[in-house]
Structure formats: structure tokens, C-alpha cells
């Protein structure tokens, strides 16, 4: 069974995609690119399962603890980077954790193998979006809060508003700051940008979604140049969609979700931990 489970990790490694959707030859990394460790004896205070992978040629890049007293594992095989689980016996586990509710209890746990990594991408996202990036400050986060959000968010996003109602109840607790990043990612509107750095408060601020429909309004060249910085700030995080969420772990690792999280997901990182 760990022979099958291995082959199959393995196999699953996606080929390399051409333009157009075609399978092209099969992707081969030059030598510039990092090759995942072999340990012949796998480590020793890893469980038995997981030093099998390490036998075979499997990297072990992260150990974390995971949900229902799970142990979850980041591996990689020919670039190829995969969460698994063992239990307190044993047992490798791959795929979603369930609560007791039913809510996926691994989306955070695929924050780890989002784009952008490895090679720090995420942590370099993180600087760049302190220094470069110009965004809006949710007014009820609170000053000094040690623990930031980066949002990134196009107007015309019928998901990026939903996370951005979403937000002022969430915080209301945990003070969590909020920073909010305009993007061109599916329409291009400097206008509603330019209504988004100006505002004053969270109304003002709102009505930038609104201003999605006056594309005709000029705006100053200025928020055109910030936008395209925003624009390759989220590049570096390795999105191409959004909306996209950047934070940090509990451990102090930048991280990425693409996409519309989950509600459960937005509490875990805007509320209390």
C-alpha cells in the first residue's frame, strides 16, 4: 500500500502546460533549480510512513500541526508540493480534514503550497507591500496592531466586495489591521482607484465599487503608476486571480490565499486566534 500511495504521488506530478491548454514534453528543471534532498535512511524521528517517501526521493519541507491532533506534512516530489497527514498511529492521510460541522479544516493548510512558493516569494510579497504598495486602511482596525492583512481587490469582483462586507464584523474583536489593495486584475478603472485612496472613511471608500460603471471619468497619471505597482506586488505573491488575502501565520510566515475563502477561513484570519 505505501508502494501504490508513493507511485501514485509521483505519477500525479503535473506535466507542463503550453499555451492553449496542449501537453507539451514533459517539464525538465535546469540545473540552476533546487533539487529536493534524498535521505536514504529518512529521518529518524519522522514517522515510519514519511521516511518511506524520504527514501524514495520525497522532500520534506514543512511539519506543522493540523487539526483533529493531526500532523500535517508539506512534500515535494519533482516540484510537485502536496499536503499529507499522519495520525498519532501511523497512518498517512491525503486530502481535505473535515470538522465535526462538516467546514474544510485544511484550507489554511494549503496556504502552504499556495503560488509563489518556495523560494521566499511570499516573504518578499510581504515587504514589497509594506513599502511600495498604496492601499486603504480599514478604519476599524487598531493602530499599532501587530497583526496586518493585505487584501488585494479588483472593484468589479462580485467576490472581492463580499470580503470587504465581510471584514467589519470580523475584526470588531481582534483589532486585526486591514489594508486594502486596488488592482487591475479583471477591468481596468483608475478612476474608481483614485476614489478608494482619497477616501476618508469606510462610505466613502464603498463607493468606489460603485464607480466601476463611470468609466469615462479621467484619473491623475499618479494612480495609474500605483496601480501598476500594486498590480506587481500581487504578482509576486504568484496570483493571477482575486480576490487574494496575504498574512501571516501563527508561526510569522507569510502567507497566500487565493480566491474567496470560506467564511470559517475569514475568521480564522481576521478573528481571534
Known sequence: MRHLLLAAFMAAAPAAMGHGGHT????????????????????????????????????????????GKLTGWVVENSGDRRIFYTTADGYLLSGDVFTPEGVSASVLDHARIAPGQP????????????????????????????????????FSCPFCKRTWESVPTLIKESGVEVRWIPVSALSHNPRAAELFFLSKSRSEAQSAFVAISNRMVQANASVEERLQVNKKVMEEVGARGVPVVLFKDAGGVPRALVGAPQDVVLEQIFGGR
Open 119 to 154: 523560494g521566499g516569494a511570499q516573504e518578499k510579497a510581504w515587504k514589497l507591500a509594506e513599502s511600495a504598495a498604496t492601499y486603504f486602511r480599514e478604519p476599524g482596525s487598531k493602530p499599532g496592531n501587530k497583526r496586518v492583512v493585505y487584501v488585494f481587490i479588483d
Open 24 to 67: 507539451d514534453a514533459p517539464h525538465t528543471h535546469p540545473a540552476t533549480e533546487r533539487t529536493p534532498l534524498k535521505a536514504p535512511a529518512g529521518t529518524p524521528s519522522h514517522p515510519a510512513v514519511i521516511q518511506h517517501l524520504e527514501r524514495n526521493g520525497s522532500l520534506i519541507v514543512e511539519k506543522f500541526a493540523a487539526a
